[in-house]
């Protein structure tokens, strides 16, 4: 009589641990994805270098404060055009901010801002160091003054690298206005505040009038952004104590009543 072989005991595969090995694997690669796209640094951050001069900067002198100065005085509808690489300028310069970057907010690192203006819209972006992750948020707006003459600023995004954390930013910013704002006691004069904040958190329309100097108030009339510069359009009327004479004024420069 023969002896036949017993054919060997075939190992049993578990699907489950197949299956649990690919999970794993699936949630490494999301979890290094979401790692790399909240990581990811901007090509176009291109912050100022450091400065520490005590000397105020001609762009705030000369071509701000002396341009608005006269162009007030003069009464009549006038342009400012702001260089990105100036405004860059007066952000990286520690002595006349009054502090020096990093600076620390609610235990994270914020180093230098740097603005950028491209047609149509400008990114505010600064890297951000919490705990050892480097994020770098960026704040993309389309500021515009439409036909009757508001001003939204349009916030369409907050990101931090590649990942759109807009709801959270808006939730964190509004605490945090809304309580610099409760604390601090706000005259007639600075109500326009709270319109900012507005139009900052909530997108509303606003009527872009603010106080200048001599009772005259200035309006704002038109935005026109282009690669690395902002045009601005202004006109000045006097904060007259007629409320009827005022918005009259108000009415004589939006962009629908004028020649």
Request: some cysteine; charged content about 25%; proline content about 8%.
């Amino acid at each position: 009589m023969s002896s036949q072989t017993k054919p060997a005991p075939k190992q049993r595969k578990h699907p489950i641990l197949r299956y649990s090995f690919i999970a794993v694997l699936l949630l490494v690669i999301a979890s290094a994805s979401g790692f790399l796209l909240l990581t990811w640094q901007s090509d176009k951050y291109e912050p100022a270098p450091p400065r520490r001069t005590e000397r105020v900067s001609t762009f705030l002198t000369h071509d701000i404060a002396e341009t608005w100065y006269n162009s007030v005085q003069n009464g009549k509808p006038f342009e400012l055009i702001v260089q990105q690489k100036n405004i860059n300028d007066v952000i990286a310069n520690e002595s006349q901010l009054g502090f020096k970057w990093p600076i620390e907010l609610d235990g994270a690192q914020i180093s230098t801002p740097a603005v950028l203006f491209e047609p149509g819209q400008v990114t505010l972006m600064a890297p951000v160091q919490i705990g050892k992750v480097p994020v770098m948020i960026s704040i993309l707006s389309k500021p515009r003054v439409d036909d009757e003459g508001l001003l939204t600023l349009n916030v369409e995004s907050v990101k931090a690298g590649m990942v759109n954390i807009t709801p959270l930013a808006r939730k964190f910013a509004s605490g945090m206005i809304k309580k610099q704002l409760e604390s601090t006691d706000l005259g007639p004069e600075e109500a326009w505040l709270t319109d900012i904040a507005d139009a900052l958190l909530d997108n509303k329309p606003i009527e872009p009038c603010w106080p200048s100097h001599d009772d005259y108030m200035v309006r704002l009339l038109k935005t026109d952004i282009a690669d690395q510069q902002m045009q601005l359009e202004f006109d000045p009327y006097k904060a007259d104590s007629d409320p009827a004479l005022a918005a009259d004024n108000k009415k004589r420069t939006t962009p629908s009543n004028r020649s």
